[in-house]
């Protein structure tokens, strides 16, 4: 069975870069989306975007001016970069797995943008 | 985007309820509807996909139906460990959006 484990920074900055990383334990890249998905108590659940292990690209319009995702498949891991972080950035995120919608989570990890 | 609109946003069982949670979508979104549980300090479980596929190892007394913009869970007889939050996810058009969760609590 897979298992999603990440991990990256929790306190940052305003203005400094989101970067988190998540490992694939147990499972191929292929035929998957890999996905990033935030929650905070403000907007609830929020989908960041996704990368398929060709490399493509899905991301969320809110987000795509900041946001880079991106695949090391012969580390068995994604990553996601979100840059000029604000305080509205502070929220759990989680990296998960689907083939329809997410469906292997990763454990989270909160993200707190605090001056 | 697609608005998802989960009404209520908490409600009260027992033990042995059957329980319905509804998902509403802004727009048409066929079939392509996802549901997760939560549980306070875990990541969102997937119950169920394309409205109502049961995820492998998910109990069968959890249920899915609709379809177009109006979509509903349904607990057939609610247990202890089914005290959680429930997040309805649509997966037919980019960015998914997610409801903002219905919490079922111990009456």
């Known amino acids: 069975q897979v298992q999603l484990q990440q991990w990256g920074a929790g306190l940052l900055k305003p203005s400094e870069t989101l970067s988190l990383t998540c490992a694939v334990y147990?499972?191929?890249?292929?035929?998957?989306?890999w996905s990033w998905i935030r929650q905070s108590p403000g907007k609830g659940l929020e989908w960041i975007g996704e990368?398929?292990?060709?490399?493509?690209?899905n991301y969320n319009p809110s987000f795509k001016r900041r946001l880079s995702i991106s695949l090391d498949s012969s580390k068995n891991q994604f990553s996601l970069k979100l840059t000029s972080a604000t305080a509205a950035d502070t929220a759990v995120y989680y990296c998960?797995?689907?083939?329809?919608?997410?469906?292997?989570w990763g454990q989270g990890v909160l993200v707190t943008v605090s001056s | 985007d697609i608005r998802m609109t989960q009404s209520p946003s908490s409600l009260s069982a027992s033990v042995g309820d059957r329980v319905t949670i509804p998902c509403r979508a802004s727009?048409?979104?066929?079939?392509?509807l996802a549901w997760y549980q939560q549980k306070p300090g875990k990541a969102p479980e997937r119950l169920i996909y394309s409205t109502s596929t049961l995820q492998s190892g998910v109990p069968s007394r959890f249920s899915g139906s609709g379809s177009g913009t109006e979509f509903t869970l349904t607990i057939s007889s609610l247990q202890p460990e089914d005290f959680a939050t429930y997040f309805c996810?649509?997966?037919?058009?980019?960015?998914?959006?997610f409801g903002g969760g219905t919490k079922v609590e111990i009456k």
């Open positions: 727009q048409d979104i066929r079939n392509d």
């Open positions: 996810l649509q997966h037919n058009s980019y960015p998914l959006t």
């Open positions: 990368i398929n292990h060709n490399g493509i690209t």
């Open positions: 147990g499972g191929s890249f292929t035929g998957y989306f």
């Open positions: 998960a797995r689907g083939s329809v919608t997410p469906g292997s």
